[in-house]
């Protein structure tokens, strides 16, 4: 599958924001659904947020419901993460991800076979 890379990680006060941003490649950009993940790459990852192929439906893990949003931009082979009210327990190294799918995205990390290299978020004071 193509190769995903992450950008936007950075230091950032308590209550602040970051954009994380995914950059894909190839036309299996638009066939993957797509998640955001944090601390590990791979079937250990926790799910922070995930999106179907064409950015209708999303999931939100509880600790980020209401401050997170993903989204993606198929014409651009982009995916986002937008952070919001950043706090201490956000800090960790993010990880974008992708699986080919016919329809949503799976929430098991494991399902997911086309991961980048990640970026760090730190929230600090």
């Known amino acids: 599958q193509g190769r995903l890379v992450e950008s936007g990680g950075g230091v950032v006060q308590p209550g602040g924001s970051l954009t994380l941003s995914c950059q894909g490649s190839?036309?299996?950009?638009?066939?993957?659904?797509g998640g955001w993940f944090r601390h590990t790459p791979g079937p250990t990852a926790f799910l922070v947020a995930a999106?179907?192929?064409?950015?209708?439906?999303?999931y939100y893990d509880d600790f980020v419901k209401g401050r997170f949003t993903i989204s993606r931009d198929n014409t651009k082979k982009i995916a986002y993460l937008q952070m919001n009210k950043l706090d201490f327990g956000d800090s960790d190294v993010y990880y974008c991800?992708?699986?080919?799918?016919?329809?949503?995205?799976?929430?098991?990390?494991?399902?997911?076979?086309?991961w980048g290299p990640g970026t760090r978020v730190t929230v600090s004071s």
């Open positions: 190839g036309d299996s950009f638009n066939r993957l659904a």
């Open positions: 991800a992708g699986h080919i799918t016919p329809g949503g995205p799976r929430l098991t990390p494991s399902f997911y076979d086309d």
């Open positions: 999106i179907d192929r064409t950015g209708e439906t999303e």
